[in-house]
């Protein structure tokens, strides 16, 4: 499968955004898929992760309650919803998916990689 993450852009605190991964190739569903983000000088960080079939969901605690992570099959997409955005949510998001059972929060753990979207929070 081949992954597209793409509705990045500029926006001010409090503001939403909604990043979409547009999967190729294979079907999304068959996939474990989540978010990674990356700031300037540090890591690459866990936002949201989904498991195969929607089997569970997964979230960073600095997201959770404003980030939702969804999949519609129908457009072989997974989304990550994100809302009340504050500047420490800028970065750039990456989606990445993997084969196997399981929700995972490790950048080691998946296999497949998009390229990233770049997402600025104004304050």
């Known amino acids: 499968v081949q992954l597209q993450a793409s509705g990045g852009g500029l926006v001010q605190s409090g503001d939403s955004l909604r990043l979409s991964c547009a999967a190729s190739g294979r079907t999304i569903s068959n996939y474990a898929v989540g978010w990674f983000r990356q700031a300037p000088g540090k890591e690459r960080e866990f936002v949201a992760g989904l498991g195969r079939n929607g089997s569970g969901t997964r979230y960073a605690d600095s997201v959770k309650g404003r980030f939702t992570i969804s999949r519609d099959t129908t457009r072989n997409t997974v989304y990550l919803q994100m809302t009340s955005l504050k500047s420490e949510d800028t970065a750039v998001y990456y989606c990445?998916?993997?084969?196997?059972?399981?929700?995972?929060?490790?950048?080691?753990?998946?296999?497949?990689w998009g390229q990233g979207t770049q997402v600025t929070v104004s304050s």
């Open positions: 990445a998916a993997d084969i196997h059972l399981g929700v995972f929060i490790y950048p080691g753990e998946y296999d497949i």
